[in-house]
């Protein structure tokens, strides 16, 4: 039993020393914590451009962090780049499965991209469209537009 004590606390040194690696910078170097402090901060002053610049560094240092997806997909939802806006909420959903927020703004963006098909389609055959289920259908994606959109 001693010895896999002395095992447990060498992986925890290990850890720790990993752990002081990463938040530790040398002189002009930023770590990936100060890159996210400043792009959690440019993106509480709605300054986007500089938060997804941040953001989307911050995914390539450390792509299994859920915030900086979460963030760049609102930031393509602002800006109405819809495939975009659900790359990043699949990313993340692929890292966080249970992500609720995540899970609410990539449906609110899937139903955004059905209503725009239905008026793509009504346009191309508006006899078709008039049909009772394809009314039902938008009727219930109309329904839920009314709700609140993406969640922050």
């Given at each position: 039993m001693p010895k896999r004590h002395s095992t447990i606390l060498g992986l925890l040194a290990i850890c720790v020393l990993l752990q002081?690696?990463?938040?530790?910078?040398?002189?002009?170097?930023?770590?990936?914590?100060?890159?996210?402090d400043q792009a959690n901060h440019a993106?509480?002053?709605?300054?986007?451009?500089?938060?997804?610049?941040h953001y989307a560094e911050i995914t390539?240092?450390?792509?299994q962090l859920a915030l900086p997806h979460f963030r760049l997909g609102l930031i393509a939802y602002r800006r109405d780049d819809l495939q975009q806006a659900s790359d990043h909420f699949q990313t993340l959903l692929k890292?966080?499965?249970?992500?609720?927020?995540?899970?609410?703004?990539?449906?609110?963006i899937?139903?955004?991209?059905?209503?725009?098909?239905?008026?793509r389609y009504e346009q191309l055959a508006p006899e078709a469209a008039s049909s009772p289920r394809i009314i039902n259908v938008r009727r219930a994606i109309e329904a839920?537009?009314?709700e609140p959109g993406t969640q922050e």
């Open positions: 002081a690696c990463a938040t530790t910078s040398m002189p002009g170097q930023e770590t990936t914590i100060d890159r996210l993106f509480e002053k709605a300054n986007f451009g500089e938060a997804e610049r390539k240092q450390a792509p890292h966080d499965s249970n992500h609720a927020p995540g899970i609410h703004n990539l449906a609110v899937h139903l955004e991209q059905a209503r725009r098909l239905f008026n839920m537009k009314d």
